[in-house]
């Protein structure tokens, strides 16, 4: 179980790196790009839209054929339409992969190439923190907290109020682990504090726990 769930947190991904791609390679990629794209049923609505893509392509087809003549303008106006087209395929790319989360499928038909890793499963959905324990701490004026862990928590912040949530004018001090624990100290005896953990996922997702209260003693 434990291999299965790491294996879906690493999702298949598109490459997106084209800083080795030659003048006439690139714009043989990003062709394909437009060909796959469009009408796509996957993405029917791409940011940036594939018109826009084709535009950028045409205006990098136009500005290196008018770099052969070696001008000095021409190339530079080469090299910004280069870039340009880049960032429109980048930016592409990662519209689909956060349509596609992981589907590998999905991502075979943006005409990208497709990265070595991940299983191509979509990542689970991210439970929220569960079995909150509020108990007294090893100290006077200290208060213990602790959920269960999860595998999809990529880190755990513990809060603390001194009033009552339900009044909706409580603030939440904070306290950021990625431990599954933590413990209060210096707070005031005699006095009723409510607490809840907030977990912030592998792909920044955020639940909440349950909230309790404990009198410190």
Do not use: H
């Not at 080469?78 to 790319?93: E, S, V």
């Not at 038909?109 to 979509?122: A, E, H, I, N, V």
């Not at 959905?125 to 509020?134: H, I, S």
């Amino acid at each position: 179980m434990k291999k299965d769930l790491l294996s879906q947190l690493t999702q298949a991904v598109l490459v997106l790196g084209f800083s080795n791609f030659a003048g006439p390679a690139l714009a043989a990629f990003a062709a394909g790009v437009v060909a796959a794209m469009t009408g796509n049923a996957y993405y029917p609505n791409p940011i940036p839209a594939i018109a826009d893509l084709q535009t950028l392509l045409t205006d990098y087809n136009t500005a290196a054929a008018a770099a052969e003549s070696r001008d000095r303008n021409a190339v530079e106006t080469k090299l910004l339409a280069r870039l340009a087209l880049i960032q429109g395929l980048q930016a592409l790319g990662r519209y689909c992969m956060s349509q596609a989360n992981g589907d590998r499928q999905m991502l075979k038909s943006t005409g990208f190439k497709l990265g070595k890793r991940g299983s191509g499963d979509p990542v689970p959905e991210m439970p929220a923190p569960a079995n909150l324990q509020v108990t007294d701490g090893p100290v006077p004026n200290s208060v213990a907290v602790n959920v269960d862990g999860n595998l999809l928590f990529k880190s755990l912040t513990f809060q603390y109020s001194d009033t009552d949530p339900v009044t909706g004018t409580n603030v939440w001090m904070s306290e950021f682990t990625t431990a599954t624990g933590y413990i209060f100290f210096n707070l005031k005896s005699a006095t009723r504090y409510w607490f809840r953990v907030v977990a912030v996922g592998t792909r920044n997702q955020i639940k909440f726990s349950d909230i309790k209260s404990r009198l410190v003693q």
